[in-house]
């Protein structure tokens, strides 16, 4: 969880998106619309054939995987109105426990397709991986986006066991951003069921917008102006009751700065 001081939030953000199930109404519609897409692009094909069936299970394990990827960056994006509807501290637990799931979606992804080809093409594992890196446009940085994934996950769980530096947390949670990155173009350069739908292709980038643009919004266009305005910084902090860290700011005009609990600052 981030420490930190923001300000009151704007009415704006006390919208209808500030309710738990307005969310929850969001994603699951976006849930469905990912498969339906996914079914009427390449899914109904699932019964012709062994092979047809893994790979079905392979796309559709990615595309939803991605997009719980996104949700990821959303939920430690410290956006008000999410905040208002969920709880930072119920954020930080979906935030723990969606990223188990998203990547246990695409490790499955990676399996599923894999066989799948196998079986179509008749070649072992060895024989198949060296296939996708030679014949596949982005299929190499696909890979090597799924192992940043794992290592992000794997090293999390590290660094929250032996205690260390929410720094070396921050720093090993970028290469988030570098794996994104990377199987993006892979998705859009050899996912089947984009091939030639401009609906789920021009709706997959609207999905990515949407979330980048939150991400610049709360976290550098609305955080780092106050930072350097009033130049916060944590003073000192105290153990008090069992669990419970008390931790002192300090900073310039700090009057102000009018503050709630929990949320982004703003100019």
């Not at 996708?132 to 994934?149: D, T």
């Not at 990155?181 to 021009?202: E, K, P, R």
Request: aromatic share 14%; glycine share 10%; net charge positive.
């Amino acid at each position: 969880m981030r420490p930190g001081v923001a300000v009151r939030p704007r009415a704006a953000d006390r919208s209808v998106l500030s309710r738990p199930e307005a969310l929850y109404a969001i994603f699951a519609f976006n849930t469905v619309l990912i498969v339906t897409l996914w079914w009427f692009s390449s899914g109904f094909e699932m019964g012709r054939s062994g092979a047809d069936f893994l790979n079905g299970l392979g796309r559709v394990t990615g595309l939803v995987g991605t997009y719980l990827v996104l949700w990821q960056l959303l939920l430690m994006a410290r956006v008000p109105w999410l905040e208002h509807a969920l709880g930072l501290e119920f954020m930080a637990v979906l935030h723990k426990w969606n990223g188990y799931l998203a990547i246990g979606l695409l490790v499955a992804h990676g399996v599923f397709q894999t066989l799948g080809y196998q079986l179509g093409d008749g070649k072992d594992v060895a024989a198949q991986l060296a296939d996708f890196i030679s014949s596949y446009e982005g299929m190499l940085a696909a890979i090597v986006a799924l192992g940043l994934f794992g290592a992000v996950v794997g090293l999390s769980i590290t660094i929250a066991r032996r205690r260390l530096s929410y720094e070396t947390w921050y720093f090993v949670h970028l290469y988030t951003y570098l794996a994104i990155a990377l199987a993006f173009s892979h998705q859009l350069a050899t996912g089947v069921d984009f091939a030639g739908n401009m609906v789920f292709t021009g709706y997959w980038y609207l999905l990515y917008a949407v979330v980048i643009a939150l991400q610049v919004d709360y976290r550098v266009a609305g955080s780092v102006p106050v930072f350097q305005r009033h130049r916060l910084r944590v003073r000192c902090g105290a153990g008090k009751d069992a669990g419970v860290l008390s931790v002192h700011c300090g900073g310039d005009n700090r009057a102000a700065l009018s503050h709630e609990r929990g949320w982004t600052p703003r100019v």
